[in-house]
């Protein structure tokens, strides 16, 4: 996909956080696009902190479908995460592992196979650029998808309480 001047540019920041591992997690998206910000969280009672981030993106991912002068027009994305994991993952490793049929280099099955292949799907509906920042570095945007994503585990956790 080329880029073109007068595609669309949204910039989003997410991450994924969990009480135990696996225990309650949740997730949290702060995506900015045409001078508004959006921001969206949620969870799971039981699940893993890779899950959390991968939910993350693919969450973020979704809401492009959704913004209003979007269309059906590729946007430019730069998505932002603490987790190598899902930078690395999505950049370098999801490639080797189509290749082997979802196998990992040393032949087993891909953890959070299901997960991968959404987010490799939704990532192809645009040009995604996928930048890891140092998690709890005093960078704003990772900042607000940490506290998002932890709003995330405490709404699971009064939803037990209830």
Not at 37 to 44: A, C, H, N, V
Not at 51 to 66: F, G, N, T, V, Y
């Amino acid at each position: 996909m080329q880029l073109k001047s007068d595609m669309k540019r949204v910039e989003i920041f997410t991450d994924g956080a969990c009480k135990g591992n696996p225990g309650p997690g949740g997730w949290g998206v702060c995506l900015h696009f045409n001078g508004e910000t959006r921001e969206f969280f949620g969870g799971e009672p039981v699940t893993t902190n890779n899950r959390m981030e991968l939910l993350a993106a693919i969450r973020a991912l979704q809401e492009l479908e959704s913004l209003e002068d979007n269309g059906q027009q590729h946007l430019q994305v730069q998505l932002h995460t603490d987790s190598q994991y899902v930078q690395k993952g999505i950049s370098e490793w999801i490639h080797g592992w189509k290749k082997r049929g979802w196998r990992t280099a040393d032949k087993k099955p891909v953890k959070n196979e299901a997960l991968w292949r959404e987010l490799d799907d939704l990532s192809q509906r645009h040009q995604v650029e996928w930048f890891w920042v140092r998690g709890h570095n005093g960078h704003a945007g990772n900042e607000r998808a940490d506290r998002l994503a932890n709003q995330g585990v405490e709404s699971v956790l009064s939803k037990k309480a209830d």
